[in-house]
């Protein structure tokens, strides 16, 4: 399985892909902001996304609605400070699969990876 990491911060790109190894995803690409993350999906096919909001360049929300412009139905789950009801909703609306709010346990994340994957037989 391949996922791709989408995080303006380094840092933020470290723990999610430590939290992707606690779940047995280890081949992981990184992007720093939505453009850099909807040129990945044109050159690869992932298995799942986790996007960051709030990024230079290009919100993860509307490269999330780029990602789904090219036909791609890989789970992409929002990973964001965005905690308002109506965000979820927007995100959700835009084609993300799931939402989680930072901060965040790595065990969090790793039960919500793992729900979503055997939701979609991605497993």
């Excluded at 960051?52 to 789950?77: C, F, H, S, Y």
């Excluded at 965000?87 to 793992?114: C, H, M």
Aim: charged share 25%; hydrophobic share 50%; glycine share 4%.
């Amino acid at each position: 399985m391949r996922a791709l990491v989408v995080d303006d911060s380094a840092v933020m790109r470290k723990v999610l892909i430590g939290a992707l190894a606690r779940a047995n995803i280890v081949d992981v690409d990184q992007a720093s902001d939505g453009v850099e993350a909807v040129a990945a999906t044109k050159q690869q096919d992932y298995q799942l996304v986790l996007m960051d909001w709030n990024m230079p360049n290009m919100l993860g929300i509307d490269a999330v609605r780029e990602i789904r412009a090219q036909g791609k139905t890989m789970p992409i789950v929002m990973v964001t400070t965005e905690a308002e009801k109506s965000r979820v909703i927007d995100a959700l609306k835009a084609g993300a699969s799931n939402y989680i709010i930072k901060p965040f346990e790595p065990a969090t994340i790793v039960t919500k990876i793992q729900e979503l994957l055997a939701k979609t037989g991605a497993t």
